[in-house]
């Protein structure tokens, strides 16, 4: 019995004596390994230093102190931190290692590089980060060679895209920057940033309690510009689309790839010179990158040295070329920022959203203050708007030593395809009075060259009648003080007839008079749609002119009419009427001698505006091909030779 316990007893201290052996040839190694790691960075010419390394075997924890890490070059980052622990770490394999959870403390990141003309430095202070379930490299790979903030960016996203993790957390983070454009240095704080599933670049929600920003501009004036985000949080973020972006070498990938599914997110902004801003909830979805054409690198690479030097025309030119391509790879599916709010001098401005969707900008529940009084407004967009076609339009203006072309100012066609307002209130120069607009649209396509060959306008309005113009003081006089109108004008090409046609057409001026018009023309060929003179000119001559028809209805403008002559020739308004009648009819005779047909149109002029009330109609029809230049020149010369080649129909009724 005393050599059995005797046995139990050596191979106890044995067994304890191999475990404390087998820690310690497992801390010297995991030092060893440690100590290469930091040589192998102070091989590739930076410094690298680190305090006490322990490793507990049992836990498999390793815990480094006081780490300091200079890369040796900008723009790789300088890390600092005073603690950095993995508990359950082990080596996946010789080129990767997981821990169960890492915890790094007193972390400080510092990153000095450039970003196109400028030169920033950015420096980060992260109390606490925390990974859970964390595998990732066993050492960093492709370190940048160039000083390029974005080249910078781009090695830590292909370090990210290496790891995963099930959730990543950072209580707060604070960071400084300098060398912002204008001159500026500014300094951001983040609280409750919180990763949840990290795989091989992907993540799937981000989120942000609240970002502070504070920013110092110096240019054009000094000023301090504070703002927030809260309640953050991004969902669906693929950083391997962004790697592509800013690969150095151009991806022959036209197709779009998705970064974001949705960002989320609340602002507000103040400034030291009195303005300021609040965004109840921003919320974009679908944001996807096309890789051939986002390239921001490119976009920095033309920038000016010297941001204060004038650029000249060929580099303005490739400046917007960067920008269009910039937003042309970039697609968003929606934007909405809804309940928004800004102060300004005159008070604080609201707008209940404004909206993107497939290509439609829009502003809706605007109400704000202006010198004159109350500005409102239900509803303003933009149709099929695009900023990549604007930036070429802009670009195609600049050219040296001349005005813009014709065909260049009509580019702006192809900007977009239509704009409408609706539901606006405003205040009517200096007077209490206002302006109400239902609705005023405009849209136009089926664009030749940079021409529209159809387009279409609605406005219903009211606006009060403007004493200060002497056009206006009869409709005055005659106790009009607003005119409501609504306006339809519709114009359209059709290629298969080879005709153009101007329908509809009416004005209504309510208590005035309603106006319906009716143009068709024939043998229109597509040429005709041209900014060269000398082609249009060519071109119109084979154009023909069709039957014309004009109505207009008398809903009060005839009476006051006759209201206001009659008081200015202290006469009744019967003989008022009679009095336009009759000066109508004084010419009667001379020209139902060259035209009996049109003798018929006078008649029934004259009986217009002798019976309030009447609607006139007047329809003329070609007797034979008319050219429109030809019959034009003759309305000219000889009036009286141009009706000749129509057949004329008019008559009245009520």
């Given at each position: 019995?005393?050599?059995?316990?005797?046995?139990?007893?050596?191979?106890?201290?044995?067994?304890?004596?191999?475990?404390?052996?087998?820690?310690?040839?497992?801390?010297?190694?995991?030092?060893?390994?440690?100590?290469?790691?930091?040589?192998?960075?102070?091989?590739?010419?930076?410094?690298?230093?680190?305090?006490?390394?322990?490793?507990?075997?049992?836990?498999?924890?390793?815990?480094?102190?006081?780490?300091?890490?200079?890369?040796?070059?900008?723009?790789?980052?300088?890390?600092?931190?005073?603690?950095?622990?993995?508990?359950?770490?082990?080596?996946?394999?010789?080129?990767?290692?997981?821990?169960?959870?890492?915890?790094?403390?007193?972390?400080?990141?510092?990153?000095?590089?450039?970003?196109?003309?400028?030169?920033?430095?950015?420096?980060?202070?992260?109390?606490?980060?925390?990974?859970?379930?964390?595998?990732?490299?066993?050492?960093?790979?492709?370190?940048?060679?160039?000083?390029?903030?974005?080249?910078?960016?781009?090695?830590?996203?292909?370090?990210?895209?290496?790891?995963?993790?099930?959730?990543?957390?950072?209580?707060?983070?604070?960071?400084?920057?300098?060398?912002?454009?204008?001159?500026?240095?500014?300094?951001?704080?983040?609280?409750?940033?919180t990763f949840r599933n990290i795989t091989s670049g992907k993540i799937d929600?981000?989120?942000?309690?609240?970002?502070?920003?504070?920013?110092?501009?110096?240019?054009?004036?000094?000023?301090?510009?504070?703002?927030?985000?809260?309640?953050?949080?991004?969902?669906?973020?693929?950083?391997?689309?962004?790697?592509?972006?800013?690969?150095?070498?151009?991806?022959?990938?036209?197709?779009?790839?998705?970064?974001?599914?949705?960002?989320?997110?609340?602002?507000?902004?103040?400034?030291?010179?009195?303005?300021?801003?609040?965004?109840?909830?921003?919320?974009?979805?679908?944001?996807?990158?096309?890789?051939?054409?986002?390239?921001?690198?490119?976009?920095?690479?033309?920038?000016?040295?010297?941001?204060?030097?004038?650029?000249?025309?060929?580099?303005?030119?490739?400046?917007?070329?960067?920008?269009?391509?910039?937003?042309?790879?970039?697609?968003?599916?929606?934007?909405?920022?809804?309940?928004?709010?800004?102060?300004?001098?005159?008070?604080?401005?609201?707008?209940?959203?404004?909206?993107?969707?497939?290509?439609?900008?829009?502003?809706?529940?605007?109400?704000?203050?202006?010198?004159?009084?109350?500005?409102?407004?239900?509803?303003?967009?933009?149709?099929?708007?695009?900023?990549?076609?604007?930036?070429?339009?802009?670009?195609?203006?600049?050219?040296?030593?001349?005005?813009?072309?014709?065909?260049?100012?009509?580019?702006?066609?192809?900007?977009?395809?239509?704009?409408?307002?609706?539901?606006?209130?405003?205040?009517?120069?200096?007077?209490?009075?206002?302006?109400?607009?239902?609705?005023?649209?405009?849209?136009?396509?089926?664009?030749?060259?940079?021409?529209?060959?159809?387009?279409?306008?609605?406005?219903?309005?009211?606006?009060?009648?403007?004493?200060?113009?002497?056009?206006?003081?009869?409709?005055?006089?005659?106790?009009?003080?607003?005119?409501?109108?609504?306006?339809?004008?519709?114009?359209?090409?059709?290629?298969?007839?080879s005709s153009f046609a101007l329908t509809p057409a009416t004005l209504d001026?309510?208590?005035?008079?309603?106006?319906?018009?009716?143009?068709?023309?024939?043998?229109?060929?597509?040429?005709?749609?041209?900014?060269?003179?000398?082609?249009?000119?060519?071109?119109?001559?084979?154009?023909?002119?069709?039957?014309?028809?004009?109505?207009?209805?008398?809903?009060?403008?005839?009476?006051?009419?006759?209201?206001?002559?009659?008081?200015?020739?202290?006469?009744?308004?019967?003989?008022?009427?009679?009095?336009?009648?009759?000066?109508?009819?004084?010419?009667?005779?001379?020209?139902?001698?060259?035209?009996?047909?049109?003798?018929?149109?006078?008649?029934?002029?004259?009986?217009?505006?002798?019976?309030?009330?009447?609607?006139?109609?007047?329809?003329?029809?070609?007797?034979?091909?008319?050219?429109?230049?030809?019959?034009?020149?003759?309305?000219?010369?000889?009036?009286?030779?141009?009706?000749?080649?129509?057949?004329?129909?008019?008559?009245?009724?009520?």
């Open positions: 019995m005393k050599r059995i316990l005797i046995g139990l007893i050596a191979a106890a201290v044995l067994a304890a004596g191999g475990w404390f052996g087998f820690n310690l040839y497992a801390q010297h190694r995991v030092m060893a390994e440690v100590e290469a790691a930091f040589e192998h960075i102070r091989s590739q010419g930076g410094k690298a230093s680190h305090g006490k390394v322990a490793f507990e075997l049992s836990s498999r924890t390793l815990t480094i102190e006081n780490i300091d890490v200079e890369p040796g070059r900008a723009p790789l980052a300088a890390i600092k931190a005073a603690s950095f622990k993995a508990v359950g770490l082990r080596q996946v394999n010789e080129t990767r290692i997981a821990a169960d959870n890492v915890e790094i403390s007193g972390a400080e990141l510092a990153l000095d590089g450039a970003a196109g003309p400028a030169s920033m430095k950015l420096t980060y202070k992260i109390p606490q980060i925390t990974l859970a379930n964390y595998s990732g490299p066993a050492n960093m790979q492709g370190a940048p060679a160039s000083d390029s903030l974005l080249d910078a960016y781009r090695f830590g996203l292909e370090q990210f895209a290496r790891m995963t993790a099930s959730s990543l957390n950072v209580p707060t983070i604070s960071a400084a920057m300098s060398g912002i454009t204008g001159g500026g240095s500014g300094e951001i704080t983040y609280s409750g940033l929600t981000i989120r942000v309690d609240r970002a502070d920003v504070a920013i110092n501009v110096q240019q054009p004036r000094p000023d301090k510009i504070t703002s927030g985000f809260s309640d953050a949080t991004i969902e669906d973020f693929d950083a391997n689309v962004v790697i592509a972006a800013l690969s150095p070498n151009k991806p022959n990938d036209d197709s779009y790839h998705r970064v974001y599914r949705q960002i989320s997110t609340a602002y507000a902004m103040t400034s030291t010179s009195g303005i300021g801003a609040k965004i109840g909830r921003i919320l974009v979805e679908d944001i996807a990158y096309q890789p051939s054409k986002f390239r921001p690198g490119e976009l920095l690479a033309v920038l000016s040295k010297d941001p204060s030097a004038a650029q000249n025309p060929a580099q303005m030119r490739e400046l917007m070329e960067k920008v269009a391509n910039l937003y042309e790879g970039a697609r968003v599916g929606k934007v909405t920022l809804a309940d928004l709010s800004m102060e300004t001098p005159q008070g604080t401005g609201k707008f209940n959203a404004i909206r993107y969707s497939e290509g439609e900008f829009a502003v809706e529940g605007l109400d704000a203050p202006t010198p004159q009084g109350q500005f409102k407004m239900e509803r303003f967009a933009l149709k099929s708007f695009s900023v990549p076609n604007l930036m070429r339009w802009a670009a195609s203006l600049t050219t040296s030593g001349r005005a813009p072309s014709p065909d260049q100012m009509l580019g702006l066609f192809g900007v977009l395809a239509g704009a409408e307002i609706k539901g606006v209130v405003a205040p009517f120069k200096n007077t209490k009075k206002q302006v109400i607009v239902d609705t005023v649209s405009l849209d136009w396509g089926q664009l030749i060259g940079s021409i529209p060959s159809k387009a279409h306008v609605v406005a219903k309005l009211v606006t009060p009648t403007d004493p200060s113009d002497p056009k206006q003081l009869p409709l005055l006089a005659a106790g009009i003080d607003r005119l409501a109108i609504d306006l339809d004008l519709g114009a359209a090409w059709t290629e298969q007839a001026i309510g208590g005035i008079a309603r106006a319906q018009l009716h143009v068709a023309l024939g043998n229109v060929p597509r040429e005709v749609f041209s900014s060269d003179p000398a082609q249009f000119m060519g071109h119109a001559a084979r154009v023909e002119a069709g039957a014309l028809e004009f109505s207009l209805r008398d809903n009060g403008g005839v009476e006051a009419a006759a209201t206001q002559y009659a008081r200015s020739q202290n006469v009744s308004r019967d003989a008022a009427r009679q009095a336009f009648a009759d000066s109508v009819r004084a010419h009667r005779e001379e020209i139902a001698a060259a035209n009996p047909e049109a003798g018929a149109a006078v008649d029934a002029i004259a009986s217009f505006v002798e019976t309030p009330g009447q609607t006139l109609v007047i329809k003329l029809t070609p007797r034979a091909k008319v050219p429109l230049m030809q019959m034009m020149q003759l309305l000219q010369t000889d009036p009286g030779s141009a009706l000749a080649q129509f057949r004329i129909e008019a008559s009245t009724g009520l």
